[in-house]
């Protein structure tokens, strides 16, 4: 909470100082005015003392609060709002609630060692799913690394992408056995640099080697993304140079979600620090906190003997003459339909929100978080963007629709050649598509197409069925036994692993030509 606090201290600034210039009238006039109620009583001439005292209306009553102490009050407040304190940037809805994070898992022979049960990947595994899902919508991606660094996951909102491609990961998957962290560091920060804004670096490892520690304690002087170490061994093991590193924040693995809620807290300062440093993203104007502290004081002059008439005149006429901006913040319970939204983002009513925002961008992605993925797809497919096209595809892959995001994700690539996130999904749709045509043919008896159980057809699309001999008179006329579900996740982790190595062993081919 203090780190909350001092980073809001240190950010305060007003976003119209002009209306402070207010406050000297204001303070003139109270004290013109309290001087002539508060003076002294004149002493009667022509009459006793007591006399004068018992006839004075008001006599004895304690006059320390009068009328213009609570107008002035007001006033100052209504004038401070017009300023627009402010202490935080408007965050885009676009982007998560906190910093987007890379996750960088060892993937090492040392991380196989079974002093926390099953053993110390699998741990590591299952705790980076449940930080996933304790950032639901957050931007998380996914690198692994051994001799050698490989991106698993490029940053997502959605943990689908690379949850079973995490399951997959072994040190048998990896092309070169080893601790290469500094290469993971640098694919990771690479990463990041695609995103809006800056994030974090979470390293799940064992153990740091003395080899890397250079290149960590130089990324700690920068000043860039903050690298948080979760250690995946048991109290009291050996982590190796993690205590070289300054300033390093280290969270031990628990059994409980203490480590993650610190993970958590470290992330969370990193997205305020990268959105007070936005100089893209507007303040956010605080000023209604003020209007809501004033009008209990308004409501005091409804009582007989506070009632000010020129104070409200005078109400009323700053109010045509106010900032349109202020004015719509007072008319408008203090909000612009899209701020509105933005109230609704946050409290996850989606619906809601989609309703309200107006910025076709925010609609379509409040779209997209409702599950109405055909109107988001729609809305996106009007814009011309990079980030629209992208957009579309996925909200085309979540509604099934696999051919239409493929071409959104080509047409993003077409608006721009860089775009990682996008070359990322359209490989996964379309080996999608190619799993699901696959399944379907395999699966297919003809009864659909019309095509009788006794014909044979061939299938050659894309060299299917091409130089295959079949004896129908040697089958038999009941199907093959359908795999269980044990049977059918073992298949696919083990495709998704050789799918993997295949993938990290081109990459290192790649890396090695000149």
Same mark, same amino acid.
């Given at each position: ?5 001092? /980073? ?34 004149? %002493? ?40 627009? %304190?402010?202490?935080?940037?408007? %965050? ?7 910093? %987007? ?10 991380? =196989? ?31 692994? #690394? ?10 997502? =909102? /959605? ?8 399951? *997959? ?6 092309? @070169? ?79 409980? /979600? ?8 470290? @992330? ?13 993203? =507007? ?53 612009? $339909? ?47 963007? $990079? =980030? ?31 775009? *990682? ?13 190619? #799993? ?17 159980? /006794? ?54 081919? @790649?890396?090695?030509?000149?």
């Amino acid at each position: 909470m203090m780190d909350v606090f001092w /980073d809001a201290v240190s950010a305060f600034r007003f976003l119209r100082p002009a209306f402070l210039g207010l406050l000297l009238p204001i303070g003139l006039l109270w004290w013109a005015i309290r001087h002539q109620l508060v003076k002294p009583d004149q %002493p009667t001439r022509g009459m006793a003392p007591h006399l004068a005292r018992a006839l004075t209306v008001g006599a004895g009553k304690d006059r320390r609060f009068v009328p213009i102490d609570g107008v002035a009050i007001c006033l100052i407040l209504l004038s401070l709002a017009a300023a627009g %304190p402010s202490w935080t940037r408007v %965050p885009n809805p676009l982007l998560a609630k906190t910093a %987007p994070m890379v996750v960088v898992l060892e993937v090492s022979r040392s991380m =196989e060692a079974p002093d926390l049960p099953p053993n110390r990947l699998e741990r590591a595994k299952f705790k980076i799913l449940d930080l996933v899902e304790a950032r639901a919508g957050a931007r998380t991606g996914l690198i692994a #690394y051994g001799g050698t660094a490989h991106q698993v996951a490029p940053l997502t =909102e /959605d943990p689908n992408v690379f949850r079973v491609m995490l399951e *997959a990961l072994s040190p048998a998957v990896m092309p @070169t056995p080893g601790e290469n962290a500094t290469d993971a560091l640098k694919l990771a920060k690479t990463a990041l640099q695609s995103s809006q804004t800056p994030g974090a670096i979470l390293f799940v490892l064992d153990a740091l080697d003395a080899n890397d520690a250079a290149a960590f304690t130089a990324d700690a002087q920068t000043g860039d993304a903050p690298v948080i170490f979760l250690v995946a061994a048991p109290k009291g093991a050996a982590t190796g140079a993690l205590a070289q590193i300054p300033g390093a924040t280290v969270v031990p693995l628990s059994a409980d /979600d203490s480590d993650i809620k610190a993970i958590e807290r470290a @992330t969370a300062s990193a997205y305020r620090a990268a959105l007070l440093e936005d100089e893209r993203l =507007e303040w956010e104007d605080r000023g209604w906190v003020l209007g809501w502290l004033a009008m209990p004081l308004l409501l005091i002059w409804f009582r007989r003997g506070w009632t000010m008439r020129w104070a409200v005149v005078a109400l009323l006429l700053g109010g045509t003459v106010a900032p349109s901006s202020a004015r719509a913040d007072v008319l408008d319970w203090f909000f612009t $339909p899209d701020q509105r939204g933005m109230i609704a983002m946050r409290d996850k009513n989606y619906s809601d929100a989609a309703k309200r925002f107006q910025h076709p961008m925010w609609r379509g992605y409040a779209l997209l978080k409702s599950g109405d993925y055909e109107e988001a797809a729609d809305l996106y497919a009007r814009i011309d963007t $990079p =980030e629209a096209a992208f957009a579309e595809g996925l909200a085309r892959m979540r509604n099934r629709q696999y051919r239409p995001a493929i071409a959104a994700y080509e047409r993003a690539l077409t608006l721009r050649p860089d775009y *990682a996130e996008a070359e990322w999904n359209l490989q996964v749709s379309r080996a999608v598509l190619e #799993y699901v045509e696959s399944a379907r043919e395999a699966g297919d008896t003809g009864e659909e197409t019309g095509v009788g159980a /006794d014909d044979v057809v061939f299938d050659n699309e894309a060299n299917r069925g091409a130089e295959t001999d079949t004896d129908f008179s040697e089958q038999e006329d009941t199907p093959p036994p359908m795999q269980t579900a044990e049977q059918w996740m073992r298949s696919v982790d083990t495709d998704m692993g050789d799918f993997l190595r295949a993938r990290f062993v081109q990459e290192n081919a @790649t890396r090695d030509q000149p």
